[in-house]
């Protein structure tokens, strides 16, 4: 499985992003995690393919929405109401029905919200 990442950029606190991952081949969840210098790499939200049920880390509950568009095999994390705290490098992730979390990583897409 291959992920394509895409949609970062520099935004004003408060603004809005919508990122994007494109997959290749079958996956069974989704989800995007983020680094910020210096931190480790946590988990933000993630999605179950076929079931579409969500989970989302407390921090970002209420401003992100993550969803896909199946014929597209596509993620997508939309995010709102942007803080400065929010800056970092965001990834996407998948895992299949084989084993638990997520083994198939993509590339970073950086996302710098300014105060």
């Known amino acids: 499985v291959q992920l394509q990442a895409s949609g970062g950029g520099l935004v004003q606190a408060g603004g809005s992003l919508r990122l994007s991952c494109a997959a290749s081949?079958?996956?069974?969840?989704l989800g995007w995690f983020r680094q910020a210098p210096g931190t480790e790499r946590e988990f933000v939200a993630g999605?179950?393919?076929?079931?579409?049920?969500?989970l989302y880390a407390d921090s970002v509950k209420g401003r992100f929405t993550i969803s896909r568009d199946n014929a597209k095999n596509t993620v997508y994390l939309q995010m709102n109401s942007l803080k400065a705290e929010d800056t970092a490098v965001y990834y996407c992730?998948?895992?299949?029905?084989?084993?638990?979390?997520?083994?198939?990583w993509g590339q970073g897409t950086q996302v710098t919200v300014s105060s």
């Open positions: 081949g079958r996956t069974f969840r």
């Open positions: 999605i179950a393919w076929t079931a579409g049920s969500t």
């Open positions: 992730a998948a895992g299949g029905p084989d084993s638990p979390g997520y083994k198939y």
